[in-house]
């Protein structure tokens, strides 16, 4: 049986005293009562004692005035000694977590129950509310807690650390989120150096073709001949104009040299 966990009626009852834990949770009657306290029967094989001071919270003057003979309460165990058949009871409910219990990394839930400008205060069954920072609420930027919570909302957090003197308890939300992918690494400085030579340097004309062998020849008999560039132009995309006799034996004569 679980902590907190209301057991079967006294008459169903069959839990040996070896097998109660703390916190456990019983219907039980009240059996008797004395100055000191009540007797209450949980349907073991003995007794449990409410003392007076566990009646309630706050101080209680006369058993009396809280239960009565007879009637059905509900009651947690506190306290058991199986060697000595001895179980202690409370009427008042246990924390879900005692300072003994809360350890640094564990995770905890609970509700949100203050919220500050520096943070939130999370009630998760302690005595005290554990402070989740501001910076530990999330791994991006937040401007106030509001933008990300608000007073009632369920949330989760990781303990990192406690003190149990000072009675503090700090929480982290972004400790079980997964962090934010590292940002990329600047361009080294001879990379950006590339980059600026590149701006800054004109891209140069594409390189003119070889001139071929009957571009030469034209061109010296045209020297030779002192005939104007303008006669020839377009000799490779039209029909040639037949030129005079004495440029034609001087081409002619040019090529055989160069054949030579």
């Given at each position: 049986m679980e902590a907190n966990e209301i057991a079967a009626p006294v008459s169903e009852q069959s839990i040996p005293l070896e097998g109660i834990k703390r916190k456990m949770k019983f219907k039980g009657v009240v059996k008797k009562i004395n100055i000191a306290g009540a007797i209450v029967d949980v349907g073991l094989s003995i007794p449990g004692v409410v003392h007076i001071s566990q009646l309630q919270e706050g101080e209680t003057k006369r058993v009396e005035d809280v239960v009565q003979v007879g009637q059905e309460v509900e009651v947690w165990v506190?306290?058991?000694?199986?060697?000595?058949?001895?179980?202690?009871l409370t009427m008042i409910k246990p924390l879900d977590l005692e300072w003994r219990e809360i350890t640094k990394g564990m995770v905890?839930?609970?509700?949100?129950?203050?919220?500050?400008?520096?943070?939130?205060?999370?009630?998760?069954?302690?005595?005290?509310?554990?402070?989740?920072h501001i910076s530990e609420m999330t791994h991006g930027y937040i401007k106030s807690p509001s933008d990300l919570v608000k007073e009632g909302d369920e949330i989760e957090a990781q303990v990192l650390e406690v003190n149990r003197r000072k009675k503090q308890i700090k929480l982290s939300m972004k400790a079980l989120?997964?962090?934010?992918?590292?940002?990329?690494?600047?361009?080294?400085?001879?990379t950006t150096a590339e980059k600026e030579t590149a701006k800054e340097t004109p891209e140069l004309p594409a390189?003119?073709?070889e001139p071929t062998a009957m571009e030469i020849a034209l061109r010296e008999a045209m020297e030779r001949s002192n005939i104007k560039l303008g006669t020839l132009v377009g000799v490779?995309?039209?029909?040639?104009?037949?030129?005079?006799?004495?440029?034609?034996?001087?081409?002619d004569r040019t090529l055989q040299n160069r054949r030579k």
């Open positions: 506190r306290r058991v000694d199986a060697k000595k058949q001895r179980l202690e905890v839930k609970g509700k949100v129950t203050r919220i500050e400008k520096f943070g939130i205060f999370v009630d998760i069954g302690a005595e005290r509310p554990g402070l989740v989120e997964a962090p934010p992918p590292p940002p990329a690494p600047p361009p080294s400085k001879a390189a003119e073709s490779r995309k039209r029909k040639k104009r037949a030129p005079d006799q004495q440029f034609e034996q001087l081409f």
